[in-house]
C-alpha cells in the first residue's frame, strides 16, 4: 500500500511535466516533420508534395552553402574557444596575483547578451578598426572585415570572446579537482611544464575537454544571434547560417514547408554529430 | 604548462593581455555612449571632455527603459522559480526510480532531446503558440522551463547520485509521505545544483534572443535584447545614443554579476564538476 | 563546505526579498496591459496597431498620430516599427494577428498577403477617389487583380543624388546618357574623388541601382517573359548586370562593409559626389548635414535620354486588415481618411522627402524639382522586384545574391546566373 502511495506520488511528479514536454517540444517538432512533406507557405490551404521539398534540397545552392557556413564556423569556433579557455584555466590556476581580479574579468563576457555584444564589435569592426586604419593610411586594414570574404573570422571572434568564458569556468572547476601532491610528485620528477601537462594535467582534465567540446559544438551548430547583430548574413549568403536560413526563409520568404524539410535535415545531422561525439567520448565518465 | 611554485609572470602577462582585450569593447562602448556626436566624429578612445549622461535619458524615454525592464525582469523571474521548482523534482522521481523502466525511458526520453535543434519546431510552435494565445510574456515563461528541462534534469540526476539515501530513508520510517520528503529533506540538500540552475536558466532567459524574437508579436512585452534589435535601425548614426541603450541593457546583468561574481563562479563551477 | 552553505542561504534570503519585491512590481505591469486590452474591447476606445516599415520617420508618425487621436479622442493608434518588417509580417501571419493597418511598400510581401485576403477590398470607398488613379491601379497590377486592397499614400523614385558644391568643384553637367555618367565619374576618380558612395553592408541598398538599371534595359516584356520561361536573366539582364559592375567599380574602397546609415553620413558630409539611392534619403541626409545643397537627376541608364524612363513604385500604401471586427476597421479608416488630408499628406510627403498621390498636393523640395516631370507625363516605371516571387524579393533575397557576386567581383554571367536559380527555387516554393 505504502510503496504504491509512493510510486503515485512519483508519477503525480513526472507525468503532468512529461505531458507538457511532449505538447510544447515534441509535438511542435512532429509537426514540422510533417509540414517538410507539404507545400504550406505560412496561411492558406496546403497539399501534400511527397519528398519533393527534400529533393529540392539537394540542388538549393543557398542551403548547401549554409550548411557548409555552419559547420565550418562550428569547428573552428569550437576548437579555439577550447584552445583559448585552456590557456586562459591554466593560467587562472596558476599561482598569479590579482587571481579574483582576473578571474572576475574573465567570466564576464558569460553573463552579457550576445546580441548585444555582436552590435558592439559590429561598430569595433565597422567603424573603429576602419577610421583608425585610414587615419594611420593603412589601407589593407581600412576594409570592414564584415564586408570582405573574411566576415566569418569576424563571428568567429565575437564567439569566441563571449564563448571562452564558460569554457573557462568548466576548466578551471576541472583543474581544481587535481590535487596539489600530483604536480608536486612530477616535479620531483623533474619534469617540464610541458611534460606534466600532457601527462598529467591533461588526461586528469580529459572529461571537461570532451563536455566542453559537446556544448560548445552544441551552441555553434545553431549560431544566430551574432549574425543578425554583425552581418546579416552577408556579404551575400557568406555568413548565412543554417538556423539563420530557416528563420528569414521560412517567415520571412514563405517558405515555411520547405524549410522544414531543411530543419529535418538539420535535426537528422545534428543526431549523427552527437551519436559520433558520445561514441568517441563513450567509456569516460562525464558528468555535467 | 604553468609553473606552480613562485608567482608565475609568464600566465600574469597572458592574463593581462587577456583582460585587456576582454575589457577593450567594452571601454569602447562607455566612451561612445559618453560623447555627443561631434565629439565622437573626432576621437572615439579619449575621454570625452565632457560626458554627455543625455545620451541615457534620451535611451530610456526612446526604449521605454524601465518598462522592458520589468519585462525581462517578470519573464526571467518566473522562468527561474518555476524551473527550480518543477525540474528538481522530476529529477528527484526520475533518480529514485532508475531501475523502473518508465522511469529510465523518460529521462532518455528529457535527454534525447537536448539534440533536437529549435530550429526544426520553431515554425509550427509558433502557430501552436499564438492559437492558445500564449505569444506573449506568459508563454515565453512556459517555453523557457519546458526547453530547459533536458539540461537541468541531466544536471540534477548527476548531482542526486551524490546525495545519500539516508536521511530520507529515515523519514520514510518516521512516516512523512514522499511530497514532504522532497520538500524539506532533499529540495534543501540539492541548494548547491538548484543554485546553479536557478544561475543557468536566469542568464539564458534574460539574454536569450531568438526566443522573443519570434514570439512576442506585442511590443509592449519586448525584452531588453529583443528591444535593442528593434531599435536598432531608429538610431541611424546616432552611435552614443545606441551605445548608451546597450549599455543600459547589459547594466542590470552587470551589476548582479559584480556583486554575486563570487556565488555566481562557484555555482557554476559546482554544477560542473557534479 | 559550511561556510559556502551559509553564503548560499544569505543569497537565497537576498534573492527572495528581490523577488517578491520585483515580483509585485511585474503584476502591476501586467495589470496595467490587460487592462488597456479590456478598455479596447467595451466600445468605449479602440486601439489600432498600425505597423510601418519606415525607421527614418518614425517621429514623424508618432506625430500625425498625435494630433488624430487628439481630434479623435475614442482612437488610439500604437505605432510599430520592426526592423525586418517582411519577416515580422510573415511571423504575425503565421500566428494569424495581423496589425490592423499596415504603411509598407508595395513590395513581395504585400503582394502575397493581398492575394491570401488579409486585406480589406477597399473597391468603391470614396478614400480611392483622393489619390492618383495611376497607381491605384499600379498596386492592382501589382497583385494581379482588379481588386484595391490598399491606397497608394506615396511614391518614390530612384534618381542619381549629387552634392552640388562637389558638382561645381568638378565643373561636372547633369549626365544626359550611361556614357556621360560613366565618364563623369572616371574624371572624378582620376582627380583623387569618390563618385559613388554606397551602403552595400546592407545588401538591400543595391535594390534601386539595380532596379533602375534592370528595368530601362531588360525590356517591357520581361518580366511576363521569366514568368512563362521564355527567357532568363542571363539571357535579358546582361547589360543591367555589366552597368551594375561598372558602377560598383566607381564606388568607395570599403563599400561592402558600410552600412545605409553610414552611407547617408558618409555622403552628407562630402566623402562623394553622387549617391546612387531612393529619394527617401534625401531627409536623411538633410538631417546629418543640414547645409548640404542637394540636386537630383534620372539615372541616365541608356544612351537615348528620350527612352529613359524613371523608377517609381509605391513607397508607402495604406491597407487595413480583416479583422471581422467592424469598430476596429472603421477607425482604421478614420485614420486613413486624416492621413488622406491635403494638409497631413503634404507634411507627411515633406518630411519623408516623397511625392504624395493625393491630388492636388505638391513635394516643394527644389531638389526633387527636376524628377517632378518624369512624374507628371508618367515616364515611369514600377520596380522591378515588386514582380519577384516572393521567396526571392523578400527577406532581401535576391539583394544579397548582388551583394555576394558584386563583392567577390563575379562576373556578370555568374551574377545573373545565380539570379536564375534563385527565380528557380523560389518560383518552386511559392
Known amino acids: 500500500m505504502k510503496s504504491l502511495r509512493n510510486s503515485f506520488a512519483f508519477i503525480l511528479m513526472t507525468v503532468p511535466m512529461a505531458l507538457l514536454f511532449f505538447y510544447f517540444h515534441t509535438w511542435p517538432a512532429l509537426h514540422g516533420i510533417f509540414l517538410s512533406f507539404t507545400d504550406w507557405n505560412g496561411f492558406g490551404p496546403y497539399h501534400f508534395i511527397g519528398l519533393q521539398n527534400y529533393m529540392d534540397l539537394l540542388h538549393d545552392k543557398q542551403i548547401r552553402h549554409a550548411y557548409v557556413f555552419t559547420f565550418e564556423f562550428a569547428i573552428v569556433t569550437t576548437i579555439l574557444v577550447n584552445i583559448v579557455s585552456l590557456l586562459i584555466a591554466l593560467a587562472l590556476n596558476a599561482k598569479i596575483k590579482l587571481s579574483r581580479t582576473f578571474r572576475a574579468v574573465f567570466f564576464l563576457p558569460y553573463v552579457l547578451s550576445t546580441l548585444i555584444v555582436s552590435f558592439i564589435f559590429n561598430y569595433l569592426f565597422s567603424n573603429l578598426i576602419p577610421n583608425i586604419a585610414q587615419a594611420l593610411h593603412l589601407p589593407a586594414l581600412a576594409q570592414n572585415i564584415l564586408g570582405t570574404q573574411w566576415a566569418w573570422v569576424g563571428i568567429v571572434i565575437v564567439s569566441v570572446w563571449q564563448g571562452a568564458s564558460f569554457n573557462t569556468l568548466l576548466y578551471l572547476a576541472g583543474l581544481q579537482t587535481i590535487p596539489e601532491d600530483v604536480y608536486e610528485a612530477s616535479n620531483i620528477d623533474g619534469a617540464s611544464a610541458w611534460v606534466t601537462f600532457w601527462r598529467i594535467t591533461f588526461p586528469l582534465i580529459m572529461p571537461f575537454f570532451t563536455i566542453n567540446m559537446v556544448l560548445a559544438a552544441k551552441s555553434y551548430l545553431q549560431v544566430f544571434d551574432q549574425v543578425v547583430g554583425m552581418t546579416n548574413g552577408g556579404p551575400g549568403t557568406a555568413t548565412q547560417s543554417n538556423t539563420f536560413v530557416i528563420y528569414t526563409n521560412g517567415f520571412g520568404g514563405g517558405e515555411l514547408a520547405y524549410q522544414s524539410a531543411n530543419a529535418v535535415v538539420f535535426l537528422i545531422i545534428l543526431v549523427c554529430v552527437a551519436l559520433i561525439q558520445v561514441r568517441l567520448t563513450r567509456g569516460r565518465e562525464v558528468q555535467f | ?274 | 563546505m559550511k561556510r559556502y552553505l551559509g553564503f548560499t542561504s544569505a543569497t537565497v534570503v537576498a534573492t527572495l526579498v528581490l523577488a517578491t519585491g520585483c515580483g509585485s512590481s511585474t503584476n502591476t505591469t501586467s495589470n496595467n496591459g490587460s487592462s488597456a486590452g479590456e478598455s479596447g474591447n467595451n466600445g468605449q476606445k479602440v486601439t489600432l496597431e498600425f505597423l510601418q516599415n519606415k525607421p527614418e520617420v518614425v517621429n514623424e508618425w508618432n506625430s500625425l498620430i498625435k494630433r488624430f487621436e487628439q481630434q479623435n479622442p475614442n482612437i488610439q493608434v500604437k505605432q510599430i516599427n520592426p526592423p525586418n518588417t517582411d519577416t515580422t509580417l510573415q511571423a504575425d501571419l503565421a500566428k494569424g494577428q495581423v496589425p490592423d493597418i499596415v504603411a509598407m511598400g508595395a513590395d513581395a510581401t504585400f503582394i502575397q498577403m493581398a492575394k491570401n485576403g488579409v486585406f480589406k477590398d477597399l473597391s468603391g470607398s470614396p478614400e480611392l477617389q483622393k489619390v492618383s488613379k495611376a497607381y491605384v491601379n499600379m498596386l492592382e497590377n501589382e497583385v494581379g487583380k482588379p481588386t484595391p486592397y490598399a491606397i497608394p499614400y506615396t511614391v518614390n523614385a530612384v534618381p542619381i543624388i549629387y552634392n552640388v558644391d562637389l558638382f561645381n568643384k568638378y565643373h561636372l553637367t547633369i549626365p544626359k546618357t550611361w556614357n556621360q555618367l560613366m565618364s563623369e565619374a572616371q574624371k572624378i576618380k582620376q582627380e583623387g574623388g569618390t563618385p559613388f558612395y554606397n551602403g552595400f553592408k546592407d545588401a538591400w541598398t543595391i535594390a534601386p541601382i539595380w532596379n533602375a538599371l534592370s528595368t530601362n534595359t531588360e525590356g517591357p516584356n520581361f518580366l511576363k517573359d521569366l514568368a512563362a520561361g521564355k527567357t532568363t536573366f542571363v539571357k535579358s539582364d546582361a547589360i543591367a548586370a555589366n552597368q551594375l559592375r561598372q558602377f560598383t567599380a566607381l564606388g568607395q574602397p570599403n563599400q561592402f562593409g558600410v552600412d545605409y546609415n553610414d552611407a547617408n553620413s558618409a555622403f552628407a558630409n562630402g566623402k562623394s559626389v553622387f549617391y546612387a539611392q531612393g529619394i527617401w534619403t534625401l531627409p536623411v541626409i538633410r538631417s546629418d548635414n543640414p547645409k548640404i545643397q542637394l540636386g537630383t537627376f534620372v539615372v541616365p541608364v541608356t544612351n537615348d535620354p528620350s527612352q529613359i524612363k524613371m523608377v517609381s513604385g509605391v513607397d508607402s500604401l495604406l491597407a487595413v486588415a480583416n479583422s471581422g471586427n467592424a469598430s476596429k476597421e472603421a477607425a482604421a479608416m478614420k485614420f486613413i481618411d486624416f492621413l488622406l488630408q491635403s494638409k497631413t499628406a503634404g507634411q507627411y510627403a515633406t518630411v519623408a522627402g516623397l511625392f504624395s498621390t493625393v491630388k492636388g498636393v505638391k513635394n516643394t523640395d527644389p531638389a526633387l524639382a527636376p524628377l517632378q516631370p518624369y512624374i507628371n507625363s508618367g515616364r515611369v516605371v514600377d520596380f522591378d522586384d515588386h514582380y519577384y516571387p516572393a521567396a526571392m524579393a523578400a527577406g532581401n533575397q535576391y539583394e544579397s545574391v548582388l551583394q555576394g557576386a558584386l563583392s567577390k567581383n563575379q562576373s556578370s554571367s555568374q551574377l545573373l546566373q545565380q539570379l536564375d536559380s534563385l527565380y528557380q527555387s523560389a518560383a518552386a516554393h511559392q
Open chain 2, 1 to 274: 604548462m604553468f609553473g606552480r611554485t613562485k608567482t608565475n609572470w609568464v600566465a600574469m602577462i597572458f592574463l593581462s593581455i587577456g583582460s585587456l582585450c576582454i575589457l577593450f569593447p567594452i571601454y569602447m562602448a562607455i566612451m561612445v555612449s559618453l560623447k555627443n556626436p561631434q565629439e565622437l566624429a573626432q576621437s572615439v578612445l579619449g575621454f570625452p571632455t565632457q560626458i554627455h549622461w543625455g545620451n541615457f535619458q534620451q535611451a530610456m524615454a526612446v526604449t521605454h527603459y524601465f518598462h522592458t525592464f520589468l519585462n525581462s525582469l517578470f519573464i526571467t523571474f518566473f522562468a527561474v522559480v518555476l524551473t527550480v521548482l518543477t525540474h528538481s523534482m522530476v529529477a528527484y522521481a526520475i533518480a529514485r526510480n532508475m531501475q523502473k523502466r518508465f522511469f529510465r525511458y523518460l529521462y532518455n526520453y528529457f535527454f534525447a532531446a537536448m539534440f533536437v535543434p529549435f530550429p526544426i519546431l520553431m515554425l509550427p510552435l509558433v502557430r501552436q503558440m499564438s492559437h492558445l494565445g500564449l505569444a506573449d510574456r506568459v508563454g515565453l515563461i512556459i517555453l523557457y522551463i519546458i526547453y530547459g528541462i533536458s539540461q537541468n534534469v541531466f544536471l540534477y540526476v548527476g548531482y542526486l547520485k551524490s546525495v545519500p539515501l539516508e536521511l530520507e530513508e529515515a523519514a520514510l520510517v518516521d512516516g512523512a509521505n514522499r511530497w514532504r520528503i522532497f520538500w524539506s529533506v532533499v529540495f534543501p540538500l540539492m541548494a548547491p545544483m538548484n543554485a546553479t540552475v536557478a544561475i543557468l536558466t536566469g542568464l539564458w532567459a534574460w539574454n536569450d534572443f531568438l526566443l522573443p524574437l519570434v514570439m512576442l508579436s506585442n511590443p509592449n512585452q519586448y525584452t531588453l535584447p529583443l528591444v535593442q534589435y528593434a531599435f536598432q535601425s531608429q538610431y541611424s548614426t546616432n552611435y552614443s545614443l545606441a551605445f548608451a541603450s546597450y549599455l543600459l541593457a547589459l547594466l542590470p546583468m552587470v551589476i548582479v554579476y559584480i556583486f554575486c561574481q563570487k556565488w555566481i563562479v562557484n555555482n557554476v563551477t559546482k554544477g560542473a564538476i557534479k
